[in-house]
């Protein structure tokens, strides 16, 4: 049976789609908005030191000395005594390199005519202008980004802990169910702000336990043999989950079709279970629906109802081990459940919803085409509604319900 891949989600929110690239992306913001910053430094101490251009050649000429005789006193400054080196001398060489360019710039300003010296200087302060816009520009892009990074990472921390789970280690498929409705939940808090490979991941992980809610691995044919979990199962699932909790909190059968009736029923006795004060075991029921190859629907419950196996409009029991009860294959082979190996913490074979509706499929002399089962009632394992996968005694019994090559018995 193919797995999912890992998740790829850890807690850790840098783990988490989009939280990673965008922090990466406003690193990159704030290097170029330090950058544009640096680059307007520069740009103004230009303008700044061709100020004297302003004042025509002979200016220019003066403020070139005084360039040059600084850049000397900071070289004299360093070459000592005492000698300075490294770190020391760095703020005096940045002096010596910044007076230097000054220099350079001026004389060469001094050589021009005065409108030429002005024309200069005009630039210069043109392009600090620029810079400094361009220095804005990137100091708030850069903001946004980090604001948006930030928010991301808040964002991502509302993913539970369950995320750092890789689901397909666990082979308890009703396990990876719950792991899977607090995914959702997850999700739901975040609505439109979900991470995308988020949504994408939970929603694999919900395919793929559609597809394993009811399978099993048959030994005999070495094959799967499952029941296909489709959203239109599941959407009658739920809606059989909502009437009966509707026409149960009727006050009577008045006005109701006989199905109406039938489900009013069921839907009575279960909610009796969900709201008892008494400390039963379970309370509640699993509900199902079974979709057969011709469109017909076929409706189930665990157990009995108020203490009768079966309800009118309902799966009919099947009846336990003592009793003679047998399961009919898909290949018309009649298996008697004492044959079948008890399951440990399990429910004794045949009495869960999904064998009575495969069991009623085959009577009725059609085949299983899809199935749902959702949890009526308190429970800690599963929320009221929930979808749930098949329990451990029902898997084991698919493998012989469904397998199409059942060894027929040996006869003398």
């Known amino acids: 049976m193919a797995t999912l891949p890992l998740t790829g989600f850890k807690f850790s929110a840098d783990k988490i789609p989009q939280v990673k690239p965008a922090k990466e992306v406003a690193a990159a913001a704030e290097n170029a908005a330090k950058d544009a910053e640096w680059a307007q430094k520069l740009a103004e101490d230009k303008a700044e030191s061709l100020l004297p251009a302003g004042l025509g050649p002979d200016a220019c000429r003066v403020a070139a000395e005084e360039a040059r005789q600084q850049a000397a006193a900071a070289k004299k400054t360093i070459e ?31 050589a021009k005519k005065p409108d030429e010296c002005q024309d200069a200087l005009e630039a210069a302060q043109k392009e600090a202008l620029e810079k400094k816009a361009e220095a804005e520009a990137l100091r708030e892009k850069a903001k946004e980004l980090a604001a948006t990074a930030a928010r991301l990472e808040e964002e991502a921390k509302l ?12 082979p308890d498929i009703r396990k990876q169910e719950a792991d899977w409705r607090t995914m959702k939940d997850d999700l739901d808090k975040l609505g439109a702000k979900s991470p995308p490979g988020a ?84 309370k509640g029921k699993m509900i199902g629906v079974l979709i057969c190859d011709d469109g017909t629907v076929i409706m189930g419950f665990s157990g009995d109802v108020d203490g009768n196996d079966d309800m009118p409009g309902f799966a009919v029991h099947v009846p336990p081990a003592d009793q003679g009860g047998e399961f009919l294959t898909a290949n018309k082979v009649k298996v008697p459940l004492v044959d079948l190996p008890e399951i440990e913490d399990g429910n004794p074979h045949g009495v869960c919803a999904a064998p009575k509706m495969i069991q009623a499929a085959y009577k009725a002399g059609k085949k299983p085409a899809a199935m749902a089962e959702a949890w009526y009632g308190k429970d800690a394992a599963q929320p009221h509604g929930a979808l ?25």
């Open 80 to 110: 000592g005594p005492p000698v300075l080196a490294g770190k020391a001398a760095r703020p005096y060489n940045a002096i010596v390199k910044k007076a230097e360019a000054n220099a350079e710039r001026l004389e060469a300003l001094a």
């Open 159 to 170: 993913l539970d802990k369950v995320w750092a789970k890789d689901q397909t280690a666990n």
């Open 199 to 282: 949504v994408a991941y939970c929603k694999a992980l919900e395919k793929s336990i559609d597809d394993k809610a009811h399978k099993a691995h048959c030994e005999r044919c070495d094959a799967d043999h499952g029941i296909p979990r489709p959203d239109n199962a599941k959407a009658l699932v739920t809606k059989l989950i909502a009437d009966l909790e509707r026409l149960a909190k009727l006050p009577t059968d008045e006005g109701l079709t006989t199905q109406e009736k039938q489900i009013r029923a069921v839907g009575l006795y279960v909610e009796r279970l969900r709201n008892s004060k008494v400390k039963t075991d379970p």
């Open 388 to 412: 749930v996968a098949s329990c451990k005694t029902c898997v084991s019994n698919l493998d012989v319900q469904l397998c199409d090559h059942y060894p027929a018995p040996k006869t003398d």
